[in-house]
């Protein structure tokens, strides 16, 4: 009942931009902290960026610089604006939320971690 859909991925050469949304939708509550992971082919999936509620965030120290984090209370949405974007960027970025479902459904207001399908980003050399 709790979705994430990401959008944004794509093919980019080295040196350009992407931005990728990741928005939640269905029976939601409240959301605490988004973020982006990524996994890259042969690795564990990595912390990019996370930003709590009220706008703090917090960074992987190989993006720090070039990757900015944001998101819209309003639209349940997070986004990642991508530049300098370099080869070993190369991953599947998932987007993740902690969130509280809707307790009228759940009969409980512990949050749960969800994730989005994941999409591709391609840096080419």
């Known amino acids: 009942q709790v979705q994430l859909v990401e959008s944004g991925g794509g093919l980019v050469q080295a040196g350009g931009s992407l931005r990728l949304s990741c928005a939640a939708s269905?029976?939601?509550?409240?959301?605490?902290?988004m973020g982006w992971y990524r996994q890259a082919p042969g690795k564990q999936r990595e912390l990019v960026a996370a930003?709590?509620?009220?706008?703090?965030?917090d960074y992987a120290d190989s993006v720090k610089g070039r990757f900015s984090i944001s998101r819209d209370n309003a639209k349940n949405t997070v986004y990642l604006q991508m530049n300098s974007l370099k080869p070993e960027d190369t991953a599947v970025y998932y987007c993740n939320a902690d969130l509280v479902p809707d307790p009228l459904y759940t009969g409980t207001y512990d949050p749960i971690d969800s994730w989005g399908q994941g999409t591709q980003v391609t840096v080419s050399s």
């Open positions: 930003i709590t509620s009220d706008g703090r965030t």
């Open positions: 269905g029976l939601i509550f409240s959301i605490n902290a």
